[in-house]
């Protein structure tokens, strides 16, 4: 029997290459950054004062950057109110982004079939951590939800069914999900601790099922798309009117989704 000393790639100059590369900090990038986060998230334009402030920038700095930002079609200033915004040239990215998705190329067949069955609307997310997750694909039924979501809507990594996902197969510190748990809103809002064994029965089912936790009225199922280590990094979502799902049916349908996330991850990273 080989020891472990003799075993390929174990040698210290291998382990020393597979470490990853120093990232070293680079001010103005993480300054833009930082700025079209800001007005991303901001429900009106900001003026320069309010952006600076809010992210303890030298206001000529700032402006710097904003003109910068401005000439490559990245953000908009308004000359009147002198207030800025994203402007279209974010747009070509994000729709860039979305077109080169490998899991929102494979997942989007498995969302129509589920929507047209069970007339519920199907969303593709993807997970940026625990702060928030993205839709990257969507099949939508013809029931009002209370919910707008399209392609591009963002919601909290850790709200209703694919929350309870994301905590359970996130794989994050338990302290760094209840922190973030605890700035969640809801429509009637699972004690921390309720939350957690919900957590666990994710775990050993494969899936989740809120009832109008989130959303009043709403019934929403979600499963985890997991790679080889059982790590989430996307999800499957069904939503629909708590009155079309008995409980009978929510697991059955929750057992589909599983399977329909099952198939989509044996494509996502079968090679």
Same mark, same amino acid.
């Given at each position: 029997m080989?020891?472990p000393s003799s ?8 382990k020393?290459?597979r470490?990853?590369?120093r990232?070293?900090? !680079?001010?103005?990038?993480t300054?833009?950054?930082? /700025?079209?986060r800001? +007005?991303g998230?901001s429900a009106?334009? *900001? %003026? =320069? ?14 402006l710097h950057?904003?003109?910068a ?5 990245l953000v908009?200033v308004?000359a009147?109110?002198k207030r800025?915004r994203l402007?279209l ?6 729709r860039?982004?979305?077109?080169n998705s ?11 079939r589920l929507s047209?069955?069970y007339?519920l609307t199907?969303i593709? !997310?993807e997970?940026?951590g625990?702060?928030?997750? /993205?839709?990257?694909? +969507? ?5 009002? *939800? %209370? =919910? ?5 809507s963002r919601?909290?990594a ?5 929350g309870?996902c994301v ?5 994050h510190p338990?302290s760094d999900?209840?922190?973030h748990?605890?700035?969640l809103?809801?429509d009637n809002?699972p004690?921390l601790?309720?939350w957690?064994?919900e957590?666990?029965s994710?775990?050993r ?6 009832r109008?936790?989130y959303?009043?009225?709403v019934?929403?199922?979600a499963a985890p798309v997991?790679d ?9 979502v ?14 059955a349908?929750a057992?589909?989704l599983?399977?329909a996330?099952q198939t989509?991850a044996?494509?996502?990273f079968s090679?």
């Amino acid at each position: 029997m080989k020891t472990p000393s003799s075993a390929p790639g174990t040698s210290a100059g291998s382990k020393s290459q597979r470490r990853s590369p120093r990232v070293r900090a !680079v001010p103005a990038v993480t300054r833009a950054i930082a /700025i079209l986060r800001l +007005l991303g998230n901001s429900a009106s334009p *900001l %003026g =320069l004062k309010a952006i600076a402030q809010s992210l303890d920038l030298v206001p000529s700095t700032c402006l710097h950057i904003l003109r910068a930002l401005i000439e490559e079609k990245l953000v908009k200033v308004d000359a009147y109110s002198k207030r800025y915004r994203l402007d279209l040239g974010m747009l070509p990215l994000a729709r860039a982004v979305l077109e080169n998705s490998s899991f929102a190329t494979l997942v989007q067949p498995e969302l129509d079939r589920l929507s047209k069955q069970y007339g519920l609307t199907a969303i593709g !997310v993807e997970m940026l951590g625990l702060e928030y997750m /993205i839709v990257v694909a +969507l099949s939508r039924s013809p029931a009002r *939800l %209370g =919910l707008h979501v399209v392609v591009g809507s963002r919601f909290p990594a850790l709200i209703s069914a694919s929350g309870r996902c994301v905590a359970a197969f996130g794989h994050h510190p338990w302290s760094d999900v209840a922190r973030h748990f605890r700035s969640l809103r809801w429509d009637n809002a699972p004690k921390l601790g309720v939350w957690r064994k919900e957590v666990e029965s994710v775990k050993r089912n494969g899936y989740s099922i809120d009832r109008s936790n989130y959303i009043n009225g709403v019934t929403i199922i979600a499963a985890p798309v997991l790679d080889a280590n059982q790590h989430m990094a996307q999800g499957i979502v069904l939503l629909g009117l708590a009155e079309q799902i008995n409980k009978s049916a929510a697991i059955a349908i929750a057992r589909d989704l599983r399977a329909a996330a099952q198939t989509v991850a044996m494509q996502l990273f079968s090679h």
